[in-house]
């Protein structure tokens, strides 16, 4: 009997067993129906199962009408009868929430021990979206209270907070539910803050712990409600208005400045003690984060609320938070929505070092969506003073305090310390001792003496490797854009810069005078007359003759480029894409090793789903900017046809390269001869780059696998015919090589670099630098070395490959001296 079940389970031996025992009594006929019911749903489940559903229709029409006629206290006794009823068994999933919510909505006359047994029944259901739907019900009733009735439920409010705080149920339910809790709490104490609002647990959480236990305040506690209502990702006007009153009465400033500190810095939590898989991840495996993500409300609240009530010192913390959350490799998992809310205060905060906050995030952040956050961040702090968000990111590179020449010096204990910008990748950290003597190791005098001073030189120059990494991927993005620049501007925010002066010092731009006429200048040269715009050199401007003397000039000059300008591959459209009109095939039907080309895309700035086998991941597309954001290329790719890898293919096959044009907040495909000259050529070089770098034709132990996959494609590409950048790599060559010292035995021939060695003739592909042997062409497998080259031999721009080529080259000018036995071996072989 379900009367007798339902009576049994209701005895807990707690002060409320006798409101439960006769609310039961009172809605006998209720459990009587309920128990018909369900007897008739068992019977629906065999051959007559029609014949019952009709059945059960007119018991459920018997229930609606029995609880449509219940008065007041009839009513509540169905509320509570219904509440213990449902439940989970073999057959079916009990719930009545559409009845209970019809009648809370019209009864009167709540005790608070009929709300005491509403708030626990809630508590006792195991799933999350239950256990939210019936803890509502319950604050309906709860919110109908007297004073001294909500005074009565309280121990049952605390347990419900706490039991919510520690549910898996939605963000925004659970905000709303947390809200009403904390409300019916505060209307009792002012000065309470219900157990689990602030994570006990957690490192960041500890300053309001610590405040919260030794000095309790009804102003403390309302600022932390507030702080724990922010639910959405930016703040109304009248919660900031809000913040900034309750922050100043509860003397809270430094407190949640402390706070933001430790959320930027102090150590994350591990999931194998309390995460939200904690439970059913199992093993060793276990992961690190930052925030729980019932703790997130409180969290983003912190994080406004130092934003609008700290100083300049916040604005650190708060980069330092955006980083630490949404970035890769830091170690804990992403939180986009506290990363989100880190990158909404800075532009909220303002002034010069958000705006470089704001600048540094943007390109040192992978992710997508983080990244169009930040875009609409600078979009909308330029538009507060009036310039384009491209001037207010190059207006707000960091100068670190340092010199015009980019150095700075400090001096402890007699010790001279100076971090110096070298060139375009080099920040030099040298330590000079008060005998003369320099290292770029810190002496022990200072390591004992000045340790905090040591650390924050340290850092600086970290923050300055950093600055110097993102201006040169932001300069060379220019190379796309064709912007021009008024003369003094450009001085004061590229060649004056000591950052950004480096890189800008080492490349070719053009100026124009007042006659109108573009004249390019090399690095370092004085300046013709009095410039009035200024504009970033690219060789699909100049002429062929042009091309070539900036080239000649270079190697003979020895001057070493930021990145590849003056050398940089030209890509027009060919008669094959006039025809085609919307796509280009130029790189299809390459095979690639996948993760190698994943990684590509994210290093160069592309954003790319994954492939694998999961719901979208056949279909591999690539995407990255172009123009100052005005158009965007899309490369396709998808797994390779044969490959039955595991969660990730190892191989992918290269497709079509498309461009969309920016309408408004839209992507809208654009024909090919639409695409500007410098975005086609820029975009085409970088698939040209993810095509030559990953291509399976680059690699040398391919054919040592014993495996026939792609052999065909291997042997034609491997040493077919010259693309764009190994075209340039050939022109390179041929004014290296002639200053080389092995010069006599090496001559280039059509798509090959030839060596003669003592031993044999070998012949070095300019594109894969894999080698041949002559005469019969047996393939030659040189696997490089890892470490880098030893610099000797000048290049003017820095290109993996063409390095690889030139250290074979030494190599096999010298073959009688080679000691490696697997290449020697070969040798014998071939000859």
């Not at 549910?167 to 689990?196: F, H, M």
């Not at 035995?745 to 031993?759: A, K, Y």
Request: charged residues 30%; neutral net charge.
């Amino acid at each position: 009997m379900l009367y007798d079940a339902l009576v049994a389970e209701s005895r807990r031996n707690d002060s409320l067993d006798d409101v439960r025992s006769a609310a039961l009594d009172r809605v006998r006929w209720l459990v009587d129906l309920l128990e018909r019911q369900r007897t008739e749903f068992r019977q629906s489940m065999g051959h007559e199962h029609r014949r019952f559903r009709v059945v059960g229709a007119a018991t459920q029409a018997e229930i609606d009408g029995r609880l449509a006629a219940c008065a007041d206290e009839e009513g509540r006794a169905a509320v509570l009868c219904l509440m213990l009823a449902a439940r989970i068994d073999d057959a079916s999933l009990w719930q009545y929430d559409a009845e209970i919510g019809s009648l809370i909505a019209r009864v009167r006359g709540w005790t608070p021990d009929e709300v005491a047994v509403m708030l626990l029944r809630a508590t006792e259901y195991g799933m999350g979206w239950w256990f939210a739907d019936s803890l509502g019900s319950a604050l309906d009733a709860a919110d109908r209270l007297d004073a001294d009735g909500r005074r009565a439920v309280v121990p049952w409010l605390r347990h419900a907070h706490q039991e919510l705080m520690d549910t898996t149920v939605g963000a925004s339910t659970r905000a709303s539910l947390a809200r009403r809790l904390r409300a019916l709490l505060a209307s009792v104490d002012q000065a309470y803050i219900p157990e689990g609002l602030i994570p006990a647990d957690a490192p960041w959480a500890a300053p309001l712990s610590d405040r919260a236990k030794t000095a309790p305040t009804p102003e403390l506690a309302s600022f932390v409600r507030h702080l724990a209502g922010l639910s959405g990702p930016r703040p109304t006007r009248k919660w900031r208005l809000t913040c900034l009153g309750l922050a100043e009465a509860a003397s809270a400033r430094d407190l949640v400045a402390d706070v933001l500190r430790a959320l930027a810095e102090d150590d994350p939590l591990c999931s194998g003690g309390n995460g939200a898989h904690t439970g059913w991840v199992h093993d060793d495996h276990h992961y690190h984060y930052l925030v729980h993500q019932n703790d997130g409300d409180l969290a983003r609240g912190v994080v406004w609320a130092a934003a609008l009530t700290g100083g300049p010192a916040v604005v650190r913390h708060l980069g330092a938070l955006a980083l630490r959350t949404g970035g890769l490799g830091t170690g804990v998992v992403t939180d986009l929505k506290l990363a989100g809310a880190a990158i909404n205060a800075l532009a909220e905060h303002g002034g010069p070092a958000s705006l470089e906050a704001l600048s540094r995030l943007r390109s040192r952040t992978g992710h997508r969506a983080l990244r169009k956050q930040l875009d609409t961040a600078l979009v909308t702090a330029a538009g507060k003073q009036g310039i384009t968000a491209e001037q207010l990111v190059e207006r707000s590179v960091p100068d670190h305090g340092l010199a015009p020449d980019g150095s700075l010096e400090r001096e402890w204990g007699g010790h001279r310390v100076r971090v110096a910008i070298e060139d375009a990748r080099t920040v030099r950290l040298t330590f000079t001792r008060p005998d003369g003597k320099t290292s770029r190791t810190a002496p022990a005098a200072l390591k004992d003496g000045f340790p905090e001073a040591l650390k924050e030189v340290k850092d600086l120059a970290r923050e300055v490797r950093g600055t110097l990494s993102s201006e040169r991927g932001r300069v060379e993005a220019l190379m796309s854009a064709g912007r021009e620049w008024p003369y003094d501007e450009w001085c004061r925010y590229y060649r004056d810069h000591p950052v950004t002066g480096t890189l800008v010092r080492g490349l070719i731009w053009e100026f124009r005078d007042a006659d109108g006429e573009w004249r390019a200048v090399a690095p370092t040269a004085e300046l013709p007359g009095e410039p009035e715009r200024v504009r970033l050199w690219h060789p699909i401007r100049a002429s062929t003759h042009d091309i070539r003397a900036w080239r000649e000039r270079l190697v003979t000059e020895r001057l070493r480029q930021p990145f590849k300008q003056a050398f940089r591959e030209i890509y027009l459209l060919t008669p094959a894409e006039e025809q085609t009109g919307g796509y280009s095939n130029r790189f299809a039907a390459h095979i690639v090793h996948y993760r190698q080309l994943y990684a590509l895309f994210k290093e160069r700035g592309w954003q790319a789903n994954f492939l694998g086998r999961h719901e979208g991941g056949y279909d591999g597309r690539a995407r990255a900017e172009f123009g100052d954001g005005a158009w965007r290329a899309c490369f396709h790719h998808e797994p390779a046809t044969d490959d039955d890898g595991g969660d990730a293919p190892e191989h992918a096959a290269t497709d079509q390269v498309r461009f969309e044009r920016r309408d408004g907040r839209r992507w809208r495909e654009a024909p090919l001869a639409e695409v500007p000259p410098l975005v086609f050529s820029e975009a085409m070089r970088d698939v040209d780059l993810f095509v030559g770098v990953t291509s399976i034709a680059a690699d040398p132990d391919w054919t040592d696998r014993g495996e026939d996959r792609y052999a065909g494609y291997w042997r034609t590409a491997t040493f077919g015919a010259l693309t764009v950048s190994a075209e340039v790599r050939r022109e390179a060559l041929e004014r290296i090589v002639p200053r080389l010292r092995i010069a006599g035995r090496c001559t280039l021939d059509g798509r090959f670099l030839i060596v003669r060695g003592d031993l044999g003739t070998y012949r070095i592909h300019l594109g894969s630098a894999n080698v041949l042997m002559e005469p019969h062409d047996a393939y030659l497998c040189i696997v490089p070395s890892r470490g880098k080259g030893d610099g000797k031999v000048f290049l003017p721009f820095e290109d993996e490959r063409l390095s690889l080529i030139l250290s074979k080259a030494f190599l096999l000018a010298a073959d009688t001296g080679i000691t490696d036995k697997s290449i020697l071996t070969q040798i014998e072989r071939g000859a």
